[in-house]
């Protein structure tokens, strides 16, 4: 292992998305940015690692995501673990799922390692759902972040109330955020819809957004709409896509206006050419108020915890397609966009103070405690070893007989290995994106 006091930080990045991974990777850079204990201003060494699995990140996924470290390579959870065991890293960054990040922290307790690494995790976006579900998967973590202070507080209060250390949780923010701040240019009118991958699910819902994007289109010929997709048709991201908006466009009665496109591309890219956003609950909404693009949360659907939108009660962004039309643009609360971190003030450039110092400050001690989730064998005996199978570990955290796998393959056999899999792989999304939706309908009738 790297003396913490001759070389530079080494962090390792573990993500199971494209959303993930670019959250997990500038995370990384934001966190070990500080003076390393013994070579103060020495940046940090990053190596990532994609968890294997449905949402494996395809390579036009990260190129478009845009966010590289100094390697990158795709693991089974006990490959991952078999590499932290090996390489000698002081700082991992756990940009999963919940339950993956509970089967890692276990898996690392496990280790029993002379010197553990410091354990980081967060949430790539909004937290709308599962939130105590998803918090306590997280618990035992060494830093919990928060992306504002309205999450910092609700964080602490569940892990409080089932009696669970809740020093963990470091408010920080999204760190994705930047861009130059918006300028209305004259001649220059871009409506964009940033699309979810589940939100909404039914495919009437997603088909009425469709129309009414496309109906907004025509009534204003003069105006460049957009649709910014999150993948193409057999990708996956964080979240399962059964209905995928390229599809339901060739099926739009009428088809799509000639001033309306579907694009695709890095975010940031989309919002330097946007006047207006609009979305049901997207991400991407706080990147647009963090820039101060004019940005509207539709309600048509309504104000529904399912929908997420009603993360935006107070926000004055609350609004439907009808008022979209007329002309309306809402204006943010001030308030609201301060307790989301996203208030374009200045402050944002020392959102990851506390987050950076915390670090700095657990790779200065001695000696770490041990990993302390809240779920244990004695918490949550009915619910924990399934979490930890599913990562074939044992409910102790050691891989189950089979789980390790030999030394990767090398020449024909890992082509071949690799070929088998990218097809089983576009077997399964073809699965979920074309079987399953005529299956669903059959059993509608």
Do not use: C
Not at 152 to 170: H, I, K, L, P, Q
Not at 286 to 298: D, F, G, M, W
Not at 313 to 326: F, H, P, V
């Amino acid at each position: 292992m790297p003396s913490r006091t001759s070389q530079a930080p080494r962090v390792a990045v573990l993500a199971d998305s494209d959303t993930r991974w670019k959250w997990g990777a500038l995370t990384a850079r934001r966190i070990a940015a500080a003076d390393h204990p013994g070579r103060p201003g020495r940046p940090a060494e990053t190596a990532g690692f994609l968890l294997r699995g449905r949402a494996t990140p395809t390579a036009r996924q990260l190129a478009e995501v845009g966010v590289g470290t100094d390697s990158v390579r795709e693991v089974t959870g006990a490959q991952f673990l078999r590499a932290i065991r090996d390489e000698g890293y002081d700082v991992v960054v756990l940009a999963l799922v919940g339950g993956a990040v509970q089967a890692m922290l276990h898996g690392i307790a496990a280790l029993r390692l002379p010197r553990r690494p410091v354990l980081v995790t967060g949430y790539v976006g909004v937290v709308y759902e599962k939130l105590a579900d998803g918090l306590l998967l997280r618990h035992g973590a060494d830093v919990v972040l928060a992306n504002s202070r309205h999450d910092a507080d609700r964080f602490r209060a569940v892990y409080e109330g089932v009696g669970a250390d809740a020093s963990a949780v470091t408010e920080a923010a999204l760190p994705f955020l930047g861009g130059a701040p918006y300028e209305r240019r004259e001649g220059r009118d871009t409506v964009v819809f940033a699309v979810q991958p589940s939100v909404p699910e039914s495919r009437a819902d997603r088909m009425y957004l469709l129309g009414r994007l496309a109906g907004h289109a025509r009534l204003h010929p003069s105006r460049e709409v957009l649709l910014k997709l999150r993948s193409r048709p057999g990708e996956h991201t964080t979240h399962l896509e059964e209905l995928p908006y390229q599809r339901l466009a060739e099926r739009l009665p009428g088809g799509l206006p000639p001033n309306l496109s579907l694009v695709y591309g890095h975010m940031g890219e989309v919002l330097d050419r946007t006047d207006l956003l609009v979305t049901v609950s997207s991400t991407a909404a706080l990147e647009a108020l963090h820039r101060r693009v004019p940005t509207a949360i539709l309600t048509d659907l309504g104000v529904r915890e399912a929908l997420g939108n009603h993360h935006f009660l107070g926000s004055g962004l609350l609004t439907s397609w009808d008022r979209l039309d007329a002309g309306h643009r809402p204006e943010p609360d001030e308030e609201w966009l301060a307790r989301q971190g996203v208030a374009a003030d200045g402050t944002y450039e020392k959102a990851f103070d506390a987050a950076r110092e915390r670090v700095a400050g657990l790779l200065r001690q001695p000696e770490l405690p041990p990993v302390a989730p809240y779920y244990t064998p004695a918490t949550a005996p009915g619910y924990l070893p399934g979490i930890l199978a599913r990562h074939r570990l044992a409910a102790d955290g050691g891989p189950l007989p089979g789980a390790a796998p030999a030394d990767e393959p090398t020449g024909l056999h890992r082509v071949l290995r690799d070929a088998v899999r990218g097809v089983a792989r576009g077997a399964y999304r073809h699965g979920v994106q074309r079987v399953a939706p005529v299956i669903r309908r059959m059993g509608e009738l």
